[in-house]
């Protein structure tokens, strides 16, 4: 008897209680911490608990760094929820940045070139409105299109089209440069503001953070309780199950994805009509992918997204904080940031599966 | 749902409690100045920036916050407005793109004082609090266009090539103007000491791009450039030319460091006397200029680390001579006599001087036989109309 016992095993589990699966993962969130706090006082020689008391500083410090945190959670939320319907589908759109990409580009286009020809804010709106919509709809039309009629690799062709929107958006931007040379467009319609949207109580970023909050709730309900809704998740589950049921599976992928880019078209139009007023290529800032962590990590539940989306917010805005109070440079930030996620990540195998130390002492049979 | 809800929201309520309870302590107010940089110290552009923020801070004895990777879009104007929260009585900002956002931010604040570094706008916005600052950089340019020049008459000397075969290279951002301006003086320099030199000039699109500054670079000397020169922040160019062995005029500060064998000097601006200036005027309650120029006087432009295994015999007394005759007035860097457009010598140039979105030229610039750079405002508007004649771009396309 020289065979080698393993030392543990390692079995799916059935549903946890929901009390053990939370526990779990503030566990996971405790260790977290506890590893960065090592980190932290070895490699810079802070006090853990002065760096964590500046992130939340950082996120919560005044009431304008406040509404900055909820409108930056608005649009990675506003991004996680776009791509989720598709996702439920099994159709890996990663295609959000390109589509939120365009839907900004079409937005900037209305407000740039018919500013001499409208003079009504309204008007505007609608128009950039429907344009962004329109823009972010067909950059998810067609990856599907050809998916359904061609069976295409939707995870590259997605991939692809983000390029595709970011070049379109870099020539766009050397077209109405101001001023010439500069590679850079700036505020657009500064003096007359024609085309940005309205400020609600004086703040500018409430009104799109109520569009997201009210687009959480529509998405939740068409999720969950529409025909359309049921027919993604059975899509998703078996799509030979779909077909025997009756549902045309092409037309559902189609209308999905042109769903999915619609709402990143919406993010677009907030973006640039509510927020930032310009047009860069760096204005969605990489979102699009982050918003796949976001969707996947709430495990596609649009609920469950506000608070996967506020965390990753949380991290990103606590960590510009903790590099500019110390004078650290921003990767130092970054690495505090994957180490936490690393655990929130690693903690969801423990949920899934058990493992089971095997005793040593079982000698023979 | 509801029970996981509950504690998110749980969660968050004691996240909100910590964050207050951790801003008690409050000290006496001490002067504060804020910095707000596009990238980090890994930009040559941003380093240089950084460096002299921190050394006129430390000079001053105030305190200071330092903001890095800022984009140039309304994380600007959210960067700008939470400084002036937290106590900053002056803002500074580095980029271009920052510009239209710290003035919405000037605008929002009134007793703050804004600063922004490159920009064009402050002498037309008629806002009290809102500055401007640049420096003739283009001064620095012509004396390392000296030592250019100085170096191909060296290799035409030993025989390296014919003074008729005498091109220069040069890798440019974007044809705007403080990148014409910059290409221009640095090849009146050159033209002033090799009079047989010309230039091909390239755009990459982008203001860095290691990768297309390192290819701009080598498309150059494949085209028979005998030096280069650049207009971009990354280490791409003198990369390209330290594996070419071509000689490499710099640009934001030394880069003896990868190019030990080709790089011969590098101009740069030195933004520490300006901090300093503002700063001070702004402690004691003084109103300074709303567009202010830094010049070799004082100490805005600088000649850093002439390498003297590359650079040829006599340059430093060349450019020692040349400095001299700046400071007298006697030597003037766009002396229309010494350039031509289109075989015709300009009397008289309108240039666009106040921005607007048709670029309506607005100003006249050349007066007593020269162009007056750097002077109704402290951007250059030496523009991309005038490509004086020695100098051929290959791509306009940026």
């Known amino acids: 008897m020289n065979s080698k016992k393993a030392l543990f095993h390692i079995s799916k589990r059935g549903e946890l209680p929901w009390l053990k699966v939370w526990l779990i993962r503030g566990a996971a969130i405790l260790l977290a911490l506890l590893v960065c706090s090592v980190l932290t006082v070895l490699v810079t020689g802070l006090n853990p608990f002065a760096v964590y008391g500046t992130m939340f500083k950082g996120v919560f410090g005044t009431a304008r760094k406040t509404w900055v945190t909820f409108q930056k959670l608005a649009v990675l939320l506003g991004i996680s929820l776009a791509v989720t319907p598709a996702f439920k589908m099994r159709f890996w759109n990663i295609g959000a940045e390109g589509q939120v990409m365009v839907g900004s580009l079409a937005c900037a286009a209305v407000m740039i070139t018919l500013r001499n020809y409208i003079s009504s804010n309204l008007l505007m709106i609608v128009l950039m409105l429907v344009a962004s919509l329109a823009a972010g709809a067909l950059w998810g039309f067609l990856p599907a299109f050809f998916k359904s009629r061609w069976n295409t690799n939707e995870t590259l062709f997605t991939l692809m089209m983000n390029y595709i929107a970011i070049q379109l958006s870099a020539f766009f931007i050397i077209l109405w440069e101001n001023p010439k040379g500069a590679g850079q467009i700036g505020i657009i319609n500064a003096s007359s503001e024609l085309g ?13 953070i109520l569009v997201i909050a009210l687009l959480t709730v529509a998405l939740y309900i068409y999720l969950k309780y529409s025909k359309h809704g049921y027919e993604i998740a059975v899509v998703g589950e078996s799509e030979r199950t779909a077909r025997y049921a009756g549902i045309k599976v092409e037309r559902v992928i189609i209308r999905t994805m042109v769903l999915s880019g619609a709402i990143c078209g919406l993010i677009g139009f907030l973006l640039v009509g509510a927020t930032d007023h310009t047009l860069t290529t760096t204005l969605v800032g990489g979102r699009g992918f ?15 997204m506000i608070f996967t989306s506020f965390l990753l917010v949380f991290l990103q805005l606590g960590a510009k904080e903790i590099a500019s109070t110390f004078f650290l440079n921003e990767s130092f930030a970054d ?16 949920i899934n599966y058990k493992i089971e130390f095997l005793k040593n002492d079982r000698k023979g049979a | 749902m509801k029970k996981i809800l509950a504690i998110v929201l749980c969660a968050m309520m004691v996240l909100a409690a910590v964050a207050c309870t951790g801003t008690a302590s409050q000290q006496p107010a001490k002067f504060k100045a804020g910095f707000i940089c596009l990238h980090d110290e890994n930009s040559t552009y941003d380093l240089n920036f950084i460096n002299a923020a ?13 903001k890095v990777n800022v984009p140039e879009g309304q994380e600007c104007y959210d ?26 931010a000037a605008k929002k604040y009134p007793n703050v004082q804004f600063c922004h570094s490159t920009g064009t706008k402050a002498h037309t916005e008629g806002l009290s609090n809102y500055h401007n600052a640049f420096a003739a950089i283009y001064e620095g340019r012509y004396l390392a266009g000296i ?19 005498a091109k220069i290279g040069y890798v440019g951002a974007f044809t705007y103007a403080e990148v014409v301006s910059g290409y221009t003086s640095f090849f009146l320099g050159a033209r002033s000491v090799c009079p047989t030199a010309t230039m091909d000039v390239t755009f990459t699109g982008s203001w860095y791009d290691e990768t297309a500054e390192k290819e701009g670079a080598q498309k150059l000397i494949d085209g028979g450039c005998k030096l280069i020169s650049q207009h971009a922040d990354s280490m791409g160019a003198p990369t390209a030319c330290e594996n070419a062995g071509v000689p490499d005029v710099s640009y934001n500060g030394s880069t003896l460091s990868v190019a030990p064998n080709t790089y011969i000097i590098s101009s740069r601006i030195d933004w520490e006397p300006y901090y300093e200036y503002a700063i ?26 002439l390498n003297t295994n590359v650079a ?29 457009l289109k075989g015709e010598t300009l009397t008289s140039y309108l240039a666009d001087v106040d921005s607007d979105d048709a670029y309506t030229p607005d100003t006249e610039v050349i007066s007593d036989g020269y162009f007056h750079e750097s002077e109704y405002r402290s951007a250059p508007y030496f523009d991309s109309n005038l490509t004086i004649d020695g100098i051929n771009l290959l791509d306009t396309a940026f």
């Open chain 1, 196 to 208: 940005w949207l309205p400020s609600l109580f004086g703040q500018q970023y409430l009104l799109p």
């Open chain 2, 312 to 340: 040829a015999a006599g340059t430093q007394e060349a450019i020692d001579a040349a400095k001299a005759a700046m400071e007298a007035g006697t030597l003037h860097v766009f002396d229309t006599s010494t350039w031509q």
């Open chain 2, 147 to 165: 030592a250019a020049g100085m170096k191909l008459n060296e290799m035409i000397a030993e025989g390296k090539f014919t003074a008729e075969e």
């Open chain 2, 54 to 66: 921190k050394a006129a801070c430390e000079k001053l004895g105030i305190d200071y916050v330092l």
């Open chain 2, 280 to 305: 001070t005027a702004c402690m004691n309650g003084k109103a300074f200029d709303t567009d202010w120029t830094g010049t070799i006087a004082t100490g805005s432009v600088k000649l850093t680390d």
């Open chain 2, 79 to 104: 960067t700008a407005c939470d400084m002036a929260d937290s106590g900053c009585s002056i803002i500074f900002a580095d980029s271009f793109g920052h510009e239209d956002y710290m003035i919405q």
């Open chain 1, 335 to 350: 690495i505090l940031t994957g180490v936490i996620l690393f655990f929130i990540i690693g903690c969801e195998f423990f």
């Open chain 1, 290 to 304: 982050t918003a796949v962590m976001v969707s996947w990590l709430a495990k596609f539940n649009p609920l469950g």
